[in-house]
């Protein structure tokens, strides 16, 4: 039964959603300092109390504040048992990868009593993002808004709001989460789904013991508000109802609902105009498979409508696995082009940037070993993936198309997929089998959505363009955590270009060690 989770709104209601975007404007930077204290706490939901790890004691997360063209400094505390990195999500951190926090990815792990200075300088963005834990399950808890407002004295491409409010979707499990997972990978299945979803870290009156666990709004009749909605969940697609999308300004549209994947971010322009009363905000799942356990053109945007460097396309399903650990022998994984992705035991950054051998390679495949027919009858047979840390090199500054196709192994499914390091431009998507000579005739390439997580649609295809200009080495994974710890990630050595000014950054001296 599908978990539907409602929240109260105050003395009047909504009628007309609006996404809004944002574009690129001339002012004065700062340094803006946080303190991020890892901490487990105890939190009650659900008539069940538990020991979380949060930061600051908040759950979720302090919200952090800047301005376009300011310089963060985060200082990260670890006092809990687990190891910890935090993920910048959307922030582009432009040559410092050092910055971007996927555990072994580009940094070791944060170790308990140890702390890292994460250094960010926010170019080119306003709006939206968030930030959240970035190793095993624990962003179901470590996670929290960011909030990038216009240069002073830059307004709004749209009228000036009378309040705003962060909007942060999340799930809750009674149990512990770290446990759930180990139960699940026992059984070599899918871990028990999480017992509710939240809004703000509250279930909403719905749900046992939940009345004061709610998230409550209060609006003015014939005002408009500012709602910043966050994707924070760890495996489902919300549908929200009562739009800047991942921290870039779009065409705004009128909408009674919307749907977010976990990893975006949407912000929404509310009209209170009903009468005054008690309003629910609701939040329930997208459910796409069967397999459920119940255990005008931006100027840099110019380049697409040019030669493409290199096209890349890049299967997406689950496959089955032997595994000497589990009960059954077997294990569900997941993969790109038939390769299931192995975390290496330090950060590949560091790997690529002090040429360290053995640790990667970089034979990632631009396609898949065997064409064949990928949204057709279900296959059932022949279904073992391979291991590797395989990535992809790409040339400083060449144009990348990478077109994402889902196939029909097991079952079909809709994937949020997250590049890091980067903004990318949506110029196509359909369902069905990806067509190389019919569909880019399709293409948008007029305005095209810029984001940096997207949804790539159940048994169907999406196609996105951006041009690797940030050097480094850049995770792309599904933002399902469920998938993602199945394999289902890889990432692009990006090379460094001819001169310094083009080159990653040199490490910070606090770096965490491997």
Not at 423 to 448: H, R
Request: with cysteine; hydrophobic share 40%; charged share 15%.
């Amino acid at each position: 039964m599908a978990k539907t989770n409602s929240f109260c709104w105050g003395s009047s209601a909504f009628l007309f959603l609006c996404l809004i975007g944002f574009f690129c404007t001339p002012a004065k930077a700062t340094l803006k300092t946080y303190r991020f204290d890892v901490q487990v706490k105890n939190v009650r939901r659900l008539c069940h109390s538990k020991p979380i790890v949060t930061v600051n004691g908040m759950f979720p997360g302090p919200t952090v504040y800047a301005r376009e063209g300011d310089t963060l400094l985060v200082n990260v505390t670890n006092h809990a048992q687990y190891n910890m990195s935090i993920h910048w999500h959307g922030l582009k951190q432009h040559r410092n990868g050092w910055a971007d926090g996927p555990a072994y990815i580009t940094q070791c792990p944060i170790k308990t009593g140890h702390s890292y200075t994460y250094n960010i300088t926010i170019t080119g963005q306003r709006g939206t993002l968030w930030w959240h834990a970035h190793i095993f399950w624990l962003r179901a808890t470590v996670y929290g808004a960011i909030v990038i407002l216009p240069k002073q004295g830059t307004g709004f491409p749209f009228l000036q709001p009378y309040k705003e409010a962060n909007i942060v979707l999340g799930e809750w499990w009674n149990n512990d989460v770290k446990e759930v997972v180990k139960q699940g990978n026992k059984l070599g299945l899918p871990p028990n789904m999480s017992d509710a979803h939240t809004i703000n870290g509250k279930p909403g009156p719905l749900f046992p013991c939940s009345e004061k666990h709610t998230y409550a709004l209060e609006v003015e009749q014939g005002k408009m508000y500012l709602l910043r909605i966050i994707n924070a969940a760890l495996n489902d697609e919300l549908f929200f109802a009562i739009a800047e999308i991942d921290a870039v300004y779009t065409k705004p549209f009128a909408s009674q609902a919307i749907l977010i994947a976990p990893g975006q971010t949407t912000n929404v322009l509310v009209q209170a105009n009903q009468a005054p009363g008690r309003y629910f905000m609701a939040a329930r799942p997208f459910m796409d498979a069967p397999v459920s356990v119940d255990n005008k053109l931006p100027l840099e945007y110019c380049m697409y409508l040019f030669k493409v460097d290199r096209h890349l396309f890049y299967t997406i399903g689950l496959g089955i696995n032997q595994c000497t650990t589990c009960l059954n022998g077997t294990q569900l994984t997941a993969f790109l082009n038939n390769i299931t992705f192995v975390m290496p035991q330090i950060g590949l950054l560091q790997a690529h940037y002090f040429n360290t051998k053995g640790v990667f390679t970089t034979d990632f495949p631009d396609r898949p070993p065997t064409p064949f027919n990928y949204t057709g009858t279900p296959l059932t047979a022949s279904l073992g993936t391979k291991l590797g840390t395989r990535l992809s090199k790409l040339a400083f500054n060449s144009t990348v198309e990478l077109v994402l196709q889902d196939i029909n192994l097991l079952t079909v499914e809709s994937h949020p997929f997250h590049l890091h390091g980067y903004n990318f431009f949506v110029v196509g998507t359909g369902v069905g089998n990806f067509d190389p000579k019919q569909d880019p005739a399709k293409y948008n390439l007029v305005d095209p959505p810029e984001r940096n997580t997207i949804g790539v649609p159940t048994g169907g295809w999406v196609a996105i363009r951006f041009r690797a200009d940030n050097p480094g080495v850049w995770f792309m994974h599904c933002h399902l955590e469920l998938h993602t710890s199945w394999g289902l990630k890889t990432a692009f050595v990006v090379e460094s270009g001819k001169d310094s000014d083009h080159s990653i950054l040199p490490p910070p001296t606090d770096l965490p060690p491997c």
